[in-house]
Every structure is written in structure tokens, then in C-alpha cells.
């Protein structure tokens, strides 16, 4: 069926250090993927995507990783900050459908 | 560039009662959607609009739940009656329309039923 799942519910980084959150996938006719981010109080913010012919991109601080053979993907955020506290959902979408998963939870503590 | 706007953003009924939500996408975005979102949970679509046309409801319980977009721009959500399992965020979101593009969010409107 269409799913999107996560790893970790809740995931706690030191300041300054990689996060790496991780999602699986298990519709394997999807072609295009997104992570957001959601602030307390606020809607979803695109972070960045990556289409299915992708294995990696990567943008300002962050990367976003695609295996197709095992349905991951991942979002590495390099350096993190403390603005980067959110829940993080990364999304699929197949037949113009955007579905989402449950979301991680990103604590950046000092 | 003004974002999704949407109002109310908190909003407070008993079950039974009627509630409406409206949406202003941002300017030119031709599609639009509804989401709910369940606390704990990742955002679930109810309904997308291009422009004033429905694309996909197959998910929006049309027994109690019904959107519309008559001029191709602003849309409102309604629920009538209200039920307890209700209680949620409901999202707004646009799109410029085609399947990659991205969807930008509105800030949501927090529904609680008591």
C-alpha cells in the first residue's frame, strides 16, 4: 500500500554537530520525494526534494540521500542549529498525490 | 511574496456545530489543498482544486465535509455537523499546478471539538 514511515520518533543532537534523519518508503512507483520542516505553530516549509533518477542533492547545509533498491531516503543537515528544532516529514508523491509520513522530532540542545 | 494566508487560526466548537475555514493562496498558484492534520501525524489530503475544478476528494468524508473554490482563488473548507475525532490542524496549500511543484503551506487553522 502507500506508506511513508520513520525511523525515529524523536532524534537529540548537540549544537554544531551532522543530524541525519532517516525515512522509509514502500511505494516504489513514487518519483519524486520532499522533506519539510514544521515549526511549532506553523505549517510545513519545503527544505528541499529529489526526483526517483537522483541518488543525492543537496542544498544549503543540507542533503538529501535517495537508495531506490531498499526505499530510503534520508536528510543530513550539516552543522546543526538551534533554529533547526523541528519536526522534520519527508513525503512521496505518486500520481500527483503528495503523502506524508509521520514526522521526527529534531531537538538541538547546547 | 505574501504566502498562504488562513483564518481562523484557532477555533473552538462543540460536536454537532459547524465550522468553516478559508484559504487565499498565494497569487497565480493554480492548485490548491486541504489537508488535515491529526496532532502526532504527518499532514493527510482532503481535497485539491486546479483552479475552481476538483481534482481529487477521494478522501475528504463528504458526509459531514465539503470545499469549494468557486472563482479559482480563494476556497473554504467546511464541517457540518462536527465530531469529536475532528479535532485537528487543518492546512491550506498552492501550488503554481504541475506535479512537482512545490506546495507551499499556510499556517493552519487548529480545530478543537469538545
Known amino acids: 500500500g502507500e506508506s511513508v514511515g520513520l525511523h525515529l520518533p524523536t532524534l537529540s543532537v548537540q549544537e554544531g554537530d551532522n543530524s541525519i534523519i532517516n525515512c522509509a518508503y514502500s511505494?516504489?512507483?513514487?518519483?519524486?520525494f520532499i522533506w519539510y520542516k514544521q515549526e511549532s505553530g506553523k505549517g510545513p516549509q519545503f527544505i528541499i526534494d529529489?526526483?526517483?533518477?537522483?541518488d543525492k542533492r543537496q542544498g544549503q547545509r543540507v542533503t538529501v540521500l535517495l537508495n531506490k533498491t531498499v526505499k530510503h531516503l534520508s536528510l543530513q543537515i550539516a552543522a546543526t542549529q538551534p533554529g533547526d528544532s523541528a519536526v522534520y516529514f519527508c513525503?512521496?508523491?505518486?500520481?500527483?498525490?503528495?503523502?506524508f509520513g509521520t514526522g521526527t522530532r529534531l531537538q538541538v540542545f547546547p | 511574496e505574501a504566502g498562504v494566508a488562513q483564518s481562523p487560526r484557532y477555533k473552538i466548537i462543540e460536536k454537532r456545530q459547524s465550522v468553516a475555514f478559508w484559504c487565499n493562496p498565494i497569487?497565480?498558484?493554480?492548485?490548491l489543498y486541504w489537508y488535515q492534520q491529526i496532532l502526532g501525524q504527518g499532514p493527510k489530503l482532503l481535497i485539491q482544486?486546479?483552479?475552481?475544478?476538483?481534482?481529487?476528494d477521494s478522501q475528504l468524508p463528504k458526509d459531514r465535509f465539503s470545499a469549494e473554490r468557486l472563482k479559482g482563488v480563494d476556497s473554504t473548507l467546511k464541517i457540518q455537523p462536527a465530531k469529536l475525532e475532528d479535532s485537528a490542524v487543518y492546512l491550506c496549500?498552492?501550488?503554481?499546478?504541475?506535479?512537482?511543484?512545490?506546495?507551499?503551506f499556510g499556517p493552519g487553522t487548529r480545530l478543537t471539538v469538545l
Open positions: 496549500a498552492s501550488s503554481l499546478g504541475l506535479p512537482t511543484d512545490t506546495q507551499y
Open positions: 511505494n516504489s512507483a513514487s518519483d519524486y
Open positions: 529529489i526526483r526517483s533518477n537522483m
Open positions: 513525503a512521496e508523491k505518486h500520481t500527483d498525490k503528495l503523502i
Open positions: 497569487s497565480g498558484h493554480a492548485t
Open positions: 482544486f486546479q483552479n475552481n475544478g476538483v481534482v481529487d
